[in-house]
């Protein structure tokens, strides 16, 4: 007798785990290059349709498909008696799907670390044998009844069973396949390659923290009974909770290690909350998942920082750190905070050191199984591209896309058809009787070239710009052209950090201004913009004086000192 109720719930929590595809397909594209922006979403895309008839084919029987102490079954499309594992009330085919979008996850975690230089070809392979062998093995020993089920090992929504699966698997895969180009320099010191989009970044943040609810809620596989829907509180909670203090712990430390609040490693700091409560979110208390989030704050803070910092291995999106690392502590962590059988709850070390074998065993699986299979694709089609095709981007060589982002993508233009009017009849932002006839002046070459002209270029800060206008209009300078642009003078700029490695050169906004003069003499207009740009602190701007060899009025035709001169 299926349940209505239950069926419902898990549908619901299978269409947000679903969802978290869009949140690491966000989060990985805004944490690298926009020159790879298409790969990523099209990695995200794949690893979802590819996972899921191969888990359908595979996979869910290796995990469910019987009782064995190390694997479950072989059963294509999944046509056998799962009666003894199904939650009660729940459909064979809605466990499926619910089971293949944890799948999916596992699989997805490995892109983030891979990012920008792995070849799709083997991107997707590696992805099919995670979904086939490498997660439904070691989940077997977790939730289809394996040894570690019972010997009484607790991860309730997958913290090793997804997260450190994926974790491992992308620290293998990222130390095989090498750094980015330009990652480090000949001494091996990390460089910082910032991510094009902060504002993806956080969107996908914020929907894999949304989704959470239904990943960690949903593995109750029930929503009746009295019992269920408390505990039911306490996860969505303890979810929360440890996300928000993690989140705060990571503000902190970079605000004091940096000097100013980091904003990828703070949107870092939240998955690595919810990831590392996932294991023991029914188990712990709100206080425990309070300090599980604050010790995962600092495990990822200087998690990120060794794998690329000492272990010099290139992870652009912080994956190992996150669900590797956090996965495995989170685990631990259950041990001790579990109010049953917690050590700090008075239930002896029993629980803490069988979730220590469980992490031990399922990282030793994962880093042999998967760099077996990253030793094969490397060794047949290669894992990574060329150093043209990382250098120019792989949205142009692996999909053909000249750019993600259509408003960026270089045009050619035509023009086709006749002309039934000449060029001189195209005036810009006129109309036709507001058009001024076009008139030539004779100019009186030598009185003409009398006048000196030189052009004054300002580089100064965004804000001094109204007082340089208004200081530049008290002298009769009313000519001048303003540019947004980006630069840095003998200082480099401030020093800022991104991820916990320092910019080599931190380019600030600024803005240029540019004036050509004649009859206001070029020294007051050096003395007047000094006055309105001078605070005595470094970055105050710099004032560039050119020759100018002749002015054209378009209009009129005049040049030189006439074509800077107002109408009489």
Known sequence: MYSSVNTLWILVATALVFFMQAGFAMVETGFTRAKNAGNIIMKNLMDFALGTPIYWLLGFGIMFGGGGALIGGFDPMVKGDYSAILPSGVPPMVYLIFQTVFCATAATIVSGAMAERTKFSAYCIYSMVISAVIYPVSGHWIWGGGWLAQIGFHDFAGSTAVHMVGGISALIG???LGPRIGKYDKKGNPKA?????????????????FCWFGFNGGSTVSATGDDVLASMGNIFVT???????ASIAVMMITWIRYKKPDVSMTLNGSLAGLVAVTAGTDLVSPFGAAVIGIIAG???VFGIEFVDKILKIDDPVGAVGVHGICGALGTILTGLFAVDGGLFYGGGVSLLLTQILGVIAVMAWVTVTITITFFLIDHTIGLRVSEIEEIEGLDIHEHGLVSAYADFMPSDIHLSGEMNTSPADIVIGRSAAETIPVTHVNIDRNESSASKITKVEIITKQNKFEALKAAMNEIGVTGITVTNVLGCGIQKGSTEYYRGVPMEMNLLPKIQIEIVVSKVPVD?????????LYTGNIGDGKIFIYNVENVIK?????SGYDALQGEE
């Open 174 to 176: 990222a130390k095989m």
């Open 193 to 209: 390659i910032p991510g094009h989009s902060l504002t993806l970044g956080a969107l996908g943040v914020f929907i894999l923290w």
């Open 239 to 245: 979810t929360n909770m440890s996300a928000a203090t």
């Open 298 to 300: 600092f495990a990822v």
């Open 524 to 532: 007051l207009v050096i003395q007047e913009a000094r006055k309105a």
């Open 554 to 558: 378009v209009r009129t035709g005049e």
